[in-house]
Each structure stands twice: as C-alpha cells, then as structure tokens.
C-alpha cells in the first residue's frame, strides 16, 4: 500500500489537496485509539509532501494547474487546522510511552544518527529480556518513536542487529517484515522464519522459574539450527544441555524429538514427543512424528491411536491416514488365521468408514507382486509368437528361391554369374532378417 493509498487521494504534487485529505482523515485517527493507524498515516503525509516538494522543485509536473502550486488563503487555513490537531495530540499523549514526538519532519542529522545508536541499544536490551522479546506490544512501542526522518538511519541499524539475532517468534518476524520488508532485502539471512512458522514460540517460559532464560534460548536456537542443517547428534547434545537448565518447555522437547527421529532412535523420540503432548494436548506434528516412532517399534495399537486422534481433528490429513493405514495392515496381516480377531471391523467402526475403505484398497497396494517366472527357450518362444514363425517360413522360402534362381541361371545364361549370387543373396537375407529379429526385440 502506498502513500497515496493511505491519503486516499491519486499521485498529485498539489500540497493543498494533500494536506486536505491528512487533515479529513487525521479527525477520524487518534493516537490513544489506534496508535499503528496514527503512525502510518503521518508517515504517508510527510513522504507525499517529499515527493510533491521533489516534482515542483525539478519541474516534472507538466500537467498541473500553475495555481495548485502556490498555497491559497484557503490552503493556509487547512495547514493551520493540521498543526491544532496535532498539538492537540501532542498534548494529549505526553508521557503516554508511546513518544508521539516523532511527527516532527525536521531533525538534525546528528540527532538522527544518535537516535539510530539509541535504538540498537533498545533492541539489545528487548532481546537479552526473553519475556519482553516475546511481546509485539514492546517492539511496536519501539518504532512508533522512530520518525520518517530517522527512517535510513534506523532500518540500517535494525537490520544490522537481526542478522546477529534470529531467535523470534513467527509473529515477531512477521511485524518486523511489515516494518521494513526484510524479505526484500537481499541475502537476509532469516527469510526462512519470516516465510514458515517454525514454532520458535517463547510463550511457554515461566517467568517465575529461577533459570537463565537468555541462554537458555540461545541454545534452544542452536538446537533448531542444527536440525536445520541435518547435524543430529550435535543438536541432541546441546539440547539435552538446554533441559538442565529449564525442563519444560515443549518447544524444545520438539526439537529433540526430531532430532532423534532422524537418528532412528525412535523409543527416547517417543519420551519427547510425550513430554511436548502434556503441554499442548493433539498437536498435529507431535502425534504424526511419535505415532510412526510406535509403528517402527512395533507399538502399532499406540500408533493407531496417535494417527486416529489427529484424524479425529482433519479428517483429510494425508500423513496421518497414511500412517493409520500401514499400522493398520500390518495389524491385520501379523493376526491372519488368527481366530481371536479380524482387524478390518475395527478400522471400519463409526467415524472411521472412509479411512476403512481407504484401508482395503491399500491392502492389495501394499502386497508385493510376485516375481515373472525364468526365462527359457520356451518362454521366449511364447512371448515373441508372432513374430519367431515369420523368421523361421523367411528363412525356409528364402533357400527355396536361392535354390530356384541359381538353377535357372545355370541352364538359361552363363554360369560364372552363380558366385556373385552367392554373395548378394545371402547379404540381402541377413538385412531382412536383422529386420525382423529387431521387431522382435521390441
């Protein structure tokens, strides 16, 4: 959205239509009411004045009214109408912690640099406070004091720090990236958590605990760091270190529960997953990743229930009746000639028709095919049928005729023409032959 969006007027370099519309729409926006709609608002009014100032100065506006361009009585009484509302705002929000302040265009260089230093040191210290680094409410607090003017100056120095500091939440990233479109900017190292939610969530810390929470999830990031780059063991053991300092975080028992999926070491990637359960009941990956740590175990009744329960939730849910359906087979083919029980009723009870079906037809997919018999003279002569007599009556015909023809060319012409024939027969035999011995590869 640009910032003629915002004004709700088209580009124009006639400042009295600008300030018309920020005046008409600056009644409706109160800061107290909606502080983020305030802010862009006036960003949107100064960037509009620059680019009108920008048109006027450098003689592009070719099509513009002469008198739009000079400020009328009218246009005096509008810019003066702007300033009242504004102080006014200023008045009214002073000491509010929101620093309203910032509507002010002109500042000092000096002043904007020290304003960049000012705010890198804010986000060191939002970042090293975990509790606060979760909280949008502190970073939208934050840069509602930076002002259009300050803008370069603090976006360098805020991407600058978040190169250095990725671990955020998924909702973080995403204001951050609303703010200053960090998935434009080229080679960001941390496109991937703006773009995907890799539950980095911080919500699940208590602040009450006696733990060092900025270590701790400093390592926690490294954990998830390393089972990005497929480095397993190297992960379980930083992670197996985070949970001496703080046990109970689901977040992390995730992450080593993958971890140790990966490795194959599916009955400690069980005990994870179970841990991350008792703190957030059916979560979807969590029932996945453990219900086929039960099947590779063996454990196939734990393993339905696990693949059931996330069906229960998203009956589509592809994984889930994958999973539920090779259980469920290798339920029923380790009880065959049982005659305790047939496991093809119980897929089939109640709510569970579709995945029963489903169920069956993956029972003949599932089967291997048997292998195709040896091959013989026999087989071979059964598969190229067709063609295998057309070769043997070629080749029968074929010494009748060449029989034929050297005899008729012994008694009608000279016979020294028979050697020749002996040669450019049987070349013409072998190009049919190679024809049909080609055909009956194919």
């Not at 006639?14 to 107290?32: D, F, V, W």
């Not at 259009?148 to 360098?156: F, G, I, S, T, Y």
């Not at 991937?192 to 969530?201: N, P």
């Not at 390592?219 to 949970?243: C, D, H, N, P, W």
């Amino acid at each position: 959205m640009t910032e003629w969006d915002i004004l709700g007027i088209d580009p124009t370099s006639n400042k009295k239509e600008i300030r018309s519309a920020y005046s008409a729409l600056l009644k409706k926006c109160h800061p107290e009411d909606d502080p983020i709609g305030f802010m862009r608002l006036r960003s949107a009014y100064e960037q509009a004045l620059k680019l009108a100032e920008k048109v006027q100065t450098q003689h592009f506006a070719h099509d513009l009214d002469k008198d739009s361009l000079t400020e009328s009585s009218e246009e005096q009484s509008v810019i003066v109408e702007i300033e009242e509302e504004e102080t006014a705002y200023r008045s009214t929000d002073k000491g509010s912690g929101f620093g309203y302040e910032y509507i002010h265009l002109e500042e000092p260089l000096a002043d904007a640099r020290s304003r960049s230093d000012m705010v890198y040191e804010q986000l060191s210290i939002l970042y090293k406070d975990v509790f606060k680094r979760r909280d949008i409410y502190e970073w939208r607090k934050l840069f509602l004091q930076v002002s259009l003017a300050q803008r370069d100056n603090v976006e360098a120095e805020v991407l600058r720090f978040l190169k250095q500091h990725g671990h955020l939440p998924h909702e973080i990233w995403s204001y951050l990236n609303e703010e200053f479109s960090l998935l434009d900017k080229t080679n960001f190292p941390w496109e991937a958590l703006i773009r995907y939610d890799h539950e980095l969530s911080l919500d699940y810390l208590d602040p009450h605990a006696a733990c060092d929470f900025e270590h701790f999830a400093d390592l926690r990031f490294q954990v998830f760091q390393l089972l990005q780059q497929m480095q397993y063991t190297e992960s379980i053991k930083l992670g197996l270190e985070a949970t001496l300092l703080y046990a109970d975080d689901p977040v992390l028992h995730r992450l080593l529960g993958m971890a140790y999926y990966r490795r194959s070491e599916y009955e400690q990637a069980i005990s994870a997953f179970t841990r991350m359960l008792d703190r957030i009941p059916e979560h979807e990956d969590a029932l996945i990743y453990r219900g086929y740590a039960y099947h590779h175990i063996g454990l196939f009744e734990e393993a339905v229930a696990d693949f059931k329960l996330v069906i229960k939730n998203d009956a589509w849910h592809a994984e889930a009746r994958k999973g539920l359906n090779l259980s469920l087979y290798v339920m029923n083919q380790l009880n065959k000639g049982s005659s305790s029980s047939n496991l093809l009723p119980y897929a089939m009870k109640g709510s569970d028709l579709e995945t029963g079906l489903l169920y069956k037809c993956n029972e003949h997919l599932l089967v291997w095919p048997e292998p195709p018999p040896k091959e013989n003279f026999m087989t071979y002569l059964e598969r190229n049928s067709e063609v295998v007599p057309k070769i043997i009556l070629f080749g029968i015909g074929f010494l009748v005729n060449v029989g034929l023809v050297i005899h008729v060319f012994s008694l009608l012409w000279d016979i020294s023409i028979i050697p020749y024939l002996l040669i450019v027969l049987p070349i013409l035999f072998l190009i049919t032959l190679i024809y049909y011995i080609d055909k009956l590869e194919r």
